[in-house]
């Protein structure tokens, strides 16, 4: 090979490559970004879920607790 076509690709491969280089790091940037959010809504989600689950739990305990009571007070179930 001639010294001048070697000094041709020397510089025409990075700047064929530099773009194509820029842009997969900007697709891989932006599906990162994706899957973190991802990530923090379904954290938020498992979270509010337990909360409810939780409230609802309270709730259901506080119900068979005044049931009982209402039984003991009228009598009914003995």
Known sequence: ???EFIVALVVAIPIILFPAAFIWYVNIGGLY???KERRKKK???K????E???EQ???IGE???RRHEAKELTG???
Do not use: K
Not at 47 to 50: F, H, I, L, M, V
């Open 76 to 78: 009914v179930g003995r």
């Open 33 to 35: 970004t994706m899957l």
């Open 63 to 65: 119900v068979a607790q």
């Open 52 to 54: 409810i689950a939780e």
């Open 57 to 59: 739990t309270v709730v």
């Open 47 to 50: 979270e509010r879920s337990g």
């Open 1 to 3: 090979m001639q010294w």
């Open 43 to 45: 954290a938020a989600a």
